[in-house]
């Protein structure tokens, strides 16, 4: 729906991030912090469950010490900047994953689970 509405309004002079088409003021600002509210919100949610993963495989879970829970953390966020900033066409690799997954995650696995849970019920 967004990315309908950026072509509907601005045609073919679309930014590739689109809140950079917008004027500066404060609905720009309201933006950039919300967009980077999402983008840290998607990456605890990714980290905390490999992080878990890694304690309890490689440490003594969650008798693991404060600091190396950080250490860890700290890692994967040097981690996944470092091949961000590495991977020269990573902007376009990101687009084609979503574009490639984004309609099964969102129209097919749903019902898929729904179907899954009404079986074993």
Do not use: Q
Request: glycine fraction near 6%.
């Amino acid at each position: 729906v967004t990315a309908c509405l950026g072509y509907a309004f601005r045609g073919n002079a679309v930014p590739e991030f689109l809140p950079a088409a917008l004027s500066d003021g404060p609905l720009k600002s309201i933006i950039n912090i919300l967009i980077a509210y999402h983008v840290l919100a998607a990456y605890l949610l990714n980290n905390v469950a490999m992080v878990r993963l890694l304690k309890a495989e490689y440490f003594n879970g969650s008798n693991t010490p404060l600091y190396k829970h950080w250490l860890i953390c700290a890692g994967f966020c040097a981690l996944s900047w470092l091949i961000a900033e590495l991977v020269p066409f990573f902007g376009d690799l990101v687009s084609i994953i979503g574009a490639v997954t984004g309609s099964p995650v969102m129209f097919a696995l749903p019902p898929l689970f729904y179907y899954l849970a009404m079986k074993k019920a």
